[in-house]
């Protein structure tokens, strides 16, 4: 019924910058707290980005230490579709990065609804 696909991943050089993609079908999800997260080879998922609805057509965004100021999260509601702009790109940020709504915690990897099924990153130094 509900899925989240992610899309956009790829590899790109350190430095450089990419867009990820999450199209939700199934329900919308405006008013829900929605998030990227990640996971690199032999590590723990960690959270990335979230956003969330504060009223009316205001949003909130919250980042991971580790990508503040690189990285962006946003929504377009009439498209059902979530991004995360990432720029600045270093190879530590190579992992498989998800998408995921319905977001009630962000610690200890994410306690979210819905996943979406991940989009590979790799930055190349």
């Known amino acids: 019924q509900v899925q989240l696909v992610e899309s956009g991943g790829g590899l790109v050089q350190a430095g450089g910058s990419l867009r990820l993609s999450c199209a939700a079908s199934?329900?919308?999800?405006?008013?829900?707290?929605m998030g990227w997260f990640r996971q690199a080879p032999g590590k723990e998922r960690e959270f990335v980005a979230l956003i969330t609805w504060t009223g009316g057509n205001a949003y909130l965004a919250d980042y991971a230490d580790s990508v503040k100021g690189r990285f962006t999260i946003s929504k377009d509601n009439t498209k059902n579709t979530l991004y995360l702009q990432m720029s600045s790109l270093k190879s530590e940020d190579t992992a498989v990065y998800y998408c995921a709504a319905v977001c009630r915690t962000v610690v200890r990897g994410g306690l979210c609804d819905y996943w979406g099924r991940g989009t590979q990153v790799t930055v190349s130094s």
């Open positions: 199934g329900r919308t999800f405006s008013r829900d707290k």
